[in-house]
Nanobody, 122 residues
Framework: QVRLVESGGGLVEAGGSLRLTCEGW????????MGWYRQAPGKERDLVAT???????RYGESVKGRFTISRNEARNAAYLEMNSLKVEDTGVYYC????????????????WGSGIEVTVSS
């Protein structure tokens, strides 16, 4: 069964850094797009960053210049380097994969991770 597993979250002081990792397991052959979304308490889930094969990365306005997304296609993994963290970066970060092809069935699929908490203290 395909799943996305996030790691690397936690508690950090404002101005600090964290690196999130998302790995796809369970027979993923490839993912056209992988990315990160976050949901702050009481708010909707918003784009943080996405990276589509062959395209430039896309970032949410609030994280431009501070966050960097990267991928390792061989590992079906995506990473989010978060620097100069602010209190408003606090939330649950979700890994997302779209245009996923699998070893066991035909077609393109979309998956979400279960989310990982990031808390930035002042």
């Amino acid at each position: 069964q395909v799943r996305l597993v996030e790691s690397g979250g936690g508690l950090v002081e404002a101005g600090g850094s964290l690196r999130l990792t998302c790995e796809g397991w369970g027979g993923i052959f490839s993912s056209k797009t992988m990315g990160w979304y976050r949901q702050a308490p009481g708010k909707e889930r918003d784009l943080v960053a996405t990276l589509t094969l062959g395209e430039a990365p896309r970032y949410g306005e609030s994280v431009k210049g501070r966050f960097t997304i990267s991928r390792n296609e061989a590992r079906n993994a995506a990473y989010l380097e978060m620097n100069s963290l602010k209190v408003e970066d606090t939330g649950v970060y979700y890994c997302h994969a779209a245009g996923v092809t699998e070893r066991r069935r035909v077609g393109f699929y979309e998956y979400w991770g279960s989310g990982i908490e990031v808390t930035v203290s002042s």
